[in-house]
Structures are given as C-alpha cells and as structure tokens.
C-alpha cells in the first residue's frame, strides 16, 4: 500500500487514562481538557428550536437572508461594522471551515502552498494545511502570546496563501494586533484568516475584529459554538474580502455545505439576543478567576488570559506531562498538555474553564479553600 495521508492520534484522545484517574477520585473528574461549553442553551434558542419545522427543502447554503441579516446587525452593535448580508456566508461550525480554507485556497491560487499559523495554537489550522498538502509553518508567538510578524521569513511570506490570527487565542488567551496582521497580509499578498470565535469572551479593551481594519485581503470567522453554548448546534459564519467571500460562497454551494434549516432559525434567535452572553461571560470570568486561586493553592502562579476561556498555566519545572498526572491524580481535574497545541507551548497546561460552577467548587473544596 502506497505511504499516503495517516491521521496522527487525535490529541484530546491521548489523556484517555488520566481521565480514568481523574475519575477514580471520590466526587469523580473534573473534565477541563476540551473546550466545550456545559452550560444551558440560551432559553430564546430553545424556544426558536421548538418552533415546529418541516425542514422539508434544502437550506440556502450561504445561509438564510435573515441569518445573514442577523449577522449583519450582530457586527454592527458589537464592532461598529457595516457588513452587507450579501457578503456573508454561514458554515458548520467553523471547524469544518478551518480545516477546509486551505484546500480551496490552493486550488484558487495554485502557485502558493503555504500556510501560516500561530505557533501555539488550535491544532486545525495545521491540520487544514495538511490535508490541503500544504506547508504548514508556524509563526512564533512573542511574551504576550501574540504573533511575532516580523519573525515571518521572506521566503515564507512569497509562498503564503494565508496567515492565520486567533484573537482572542486559544490557548494562551493573548490578543493580536488585528490592524497589523491586516496590514502585513496586504503588504505580502497573504490573505489574513482571523479566526474570532472567542471575541464575545474579551477581558482586556473593548471585542477586537480584523472587519474594523478593512474587507480587502482579509476573512473573519465566527462561532455560535463558544458565544451562545450551541457547539451541538453547528452553526458559524464568515466574512470580509468580497471577492474571497463569493468565491467561497460558490464553492461550498457545489460542496453541498449546509446548516440545517431549524439551526438556522435558532441562530437568528441566539444573534439577536445579547443577554445570555453577559450571563455566560460572568460565568467564564468567575470560573478563570477560582482557578487560578485553585492553582495558588497547590503552589502554581497562573495569569489570567486577555480573552477566552482557557487559563495556560506554566507547569512546574516545564515538566506538562507530570503536571497532568499530577492534576489528575492529586486535584481530579483533566487538563490538556500544552505540546496539543504546539511544541511552543510544550511547557504549559491548558485548563478550560467550562465545567459547571458545582465542579469548580468541588476543585477549591478538594485543594482545601
Ligand atoms: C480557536 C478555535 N477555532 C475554532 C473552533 C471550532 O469551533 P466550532 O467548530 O464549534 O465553531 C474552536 C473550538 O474549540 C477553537 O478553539
């Protein structure tokens, strides 16, 4: 058999038996390896998915009009942005939509076959690049987690088809210069892919979006998954540079990509309610600030992040894979080792701060405060 494509181990299945250890405790793990949300589904989308619907023809695969009208008004009321409904389109969540950009940027500009990523980050920016057979090349990140621009070679940038940002970062939580990156992509001719799926979870200055920097040569992707807990929903969306953006409209379109018509619906509900992401940004900010007196506690300094919700705490000694062990075995907490998102970030323990309020209070009892 020829020696193709073989999916590495998916990172998050490899702390599996520390799981196992986590729960053996009495009261059971608290599971905060994975970002993903635990906490109620906004009651306005429950009740938009209760809404009967037959469901019965195909969605627009750009969305609805109301969607994309919805998210029109989102990013006026939250950036100042004026984005014409034409000039968006919806996706399955943006994960799909991560891991798939760089293939049909290729196929639109077959000349250039590289792909810029934070160097600590989420694994499907290089994951996307690999499966388009593209260059996956890390850009290092500075003390502040923030892409280093000018660490970008030359070479690099003559065969980039894109450069990713992530601000806020997932996951260090460090918060980009989203003018700069902008600008360095139209000096280079690299298009700027920022990935905004934290931006509701801003701590430090007002939400950030490369849209207030100009469409031109740049694409902002979004999540319902983190701002509104519908990570079982599916539902992003994205936008920026117009000829970019009808091209990926079209493309999909024949793809066959297309959020189920209900879940368009719900999505429409969540935009245009405001109130459960204040809730939810309570939430996330009470639980970071309990964890890091949770690390305290066990003799561990951990700063809070400038946006989202992960704490990256530096391991004792750099030692990540002891202190996983040791989370696990001593606290019953699960935890990520940061090599998942990089050999960078090797040294580091991601914990995301998604469990429940009773879990997080189970932590601080266990750790004795
Ligand atoms: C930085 C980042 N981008 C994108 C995603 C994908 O989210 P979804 O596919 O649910 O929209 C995640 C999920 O954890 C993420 O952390």
């Known amino acids: 058999m020829a020696a193709g494509f073989q999916p590495p181990p998916y990172p998050f299945d490899r702390i599996d038996d520390l799981r196992e250890v986590a729960a053996s405790l009495p009261g059971g793990s608290v599971d905060l390896s994975i970002g993903n949300p635990s906490d109620p589904v906004p009651e306005v989308v429950a009740v938009a998915l209760a809404e009967p619907d037959p469901a019965r023809t195909y969605p627009p695969s750009i969305g609805s009009a109301g969607l994309r009208r919805a998210v029109a008004d989102w990013a006026d009321r939250r950036f100042g942005v004026e984005l014409d409904p034409a000039g968006i389109g919806v996706c399955i969540g943006t994960k799909e939509l991560v891991t798939g950009l760089p293939h049909l940027l290729r196929l639109r500009n077959p000349e250039r076959d590289t792909i810029l990523y934070p160097a600590v980050s989420y694994p499907s920016y290089a994951m996307g690049a690999e499966l388009a057979g593209c260059r996956a090349v890390a850009v290092p990140l500075d003390a502040g987690w923030c892409l280093d621009l000018s660490a970008i070679r030359q070479s690099d940038a003559e065969r980039a088809l894109a450069l990713w940002v992530n601000t806020p970062g997932n996951p260090a939580g460090g918060l980009d210069d989203l003018e700069a990156a902008a600008s360095w992509g139209r000096e280079n001719g690299v298009t700027v892919l920022s990935d905004e799926c934290y931006v509701e979870f801003t701590w430090e200055g007002p939400p950030r979006s490369v849209l207030r920097h100009g469409s031109h040569g ?44 209900p879940a368009q619906a719900a999505a429409v509900a969540a935009l245009t309610d405001q109130g459960h992401v204040d809730v939810q940004r309570d939430r996330y900010s009470r639980r970071l600030k309990s964890l890091v007196e949770v690390m305290a506690a066990i003799g561990v300094t951990a700063p809070m992040p400038g946006g989202g919700f992960y704490l990256w705490v530096p391991a004792p000694q750099g030692d990540a894979w002891g202190f996983v062990r040791y989370l696990a075995e001593t606290v019953g907490i699960v935890a990520s080792p940061g090599e998942f998102f990089g050999e960078a970030g090797a040294d580091h323990v991601r914990l995301a701060a998604v469990a429940g309020d009773d879990r997080i209070d189970l932590l601080r009892e266990r750790v004795g405060i």
């Open 218 to 261: 740049t694409l902002a992707v979004h999540s319902l998954s983190k701002r509104s807990n519908l990570a079982g929903l599916r539902v992003g969306y994205y936008a920026g540079d117009p000829d970019l953006v009808t091209y990926l409209q079209e493309v999909r379109k024949h793809q066959g990509f297309m959020v189920p018509g």
